[in-house]
């Protein structure tokens, strides 16, 4: 009787602990992108652009973290156009707009992407990756991405009225 009790008790705690675990973290990677990218998510986002704009938005101000662009902690909202810049979200929910030229994204956490490209006379756009995926060219139509948890299989095409 008693090790009825004791397996009962065991798995009335396990159980809630399995399920307010953290979801897994996945990550994104975007090298020498050209375009519009779109990231929300959650988690830990750095980058650089070389020529362009970038917004971010902190979904989550009441936090410990905020973004900072070019070595500068920042506000709720922070939009910047110019060369060369690097930024950084240590942690949160974030909502990030980058469009330009020669941008490179690292996103660990979870969330989605939509990526537009604009092919230089060559036709690049720059690649994008997932987890452990092998590298894809970034679309000329938006395409929207998922990474972490809720990642899903393959990339997801979303049509956008020009």
């Known amino acids: 009787m008693r090790a009825v009790l004791l397996s009962a008790l065991v798995l009335a705690i396990a159980v809630p602990v399995g399920w307010a675990a953290p979801s897994p973290a996945g990550t994104l990677s ?8 779109v990231l929300t998510g959650k988690g830990i986002v750095i980058g650089r652009l070389d020529k362009g704009d970038v917004k971010i938005v902190d979904l989550s101000p009441l936090d410990q973290w905020s973004p900072r662009v070019n070595g500068v ?11 060369n810049v690097n930024f950084y979200v240590p942690g949160g929910r974030y909502k990030i707009t980058v469009r ?16 537009t490209g604009n092919p230089d006379p060559t036709g690049a756009t ?19 991405v998922s990474f972490g948890a809720a990642a899903v299989e393959g990339p997801t095409t979303k049509a956008v009225a020009p």
Do not use: C, M
């Open 30 to 37: 975007i090298e020498n992108g050209r375009g519009t990218v």
């Open 73 to 83: 902690p920042r506000g709720k909202t922070v939009w910047l156009r110019g060369k």
């Open 100 to 115: 330009g030229d020669g941008f490179a994204i690292s996103a660990r956490g979870q969330g989605a992407a939509t990526l």
């Open 126 to 144: 720059g690649t994008y990756a997932i987890g452990d995926g092998g590298p894809l060219a970034i679309p000329s139509v938006a395409e929207t």
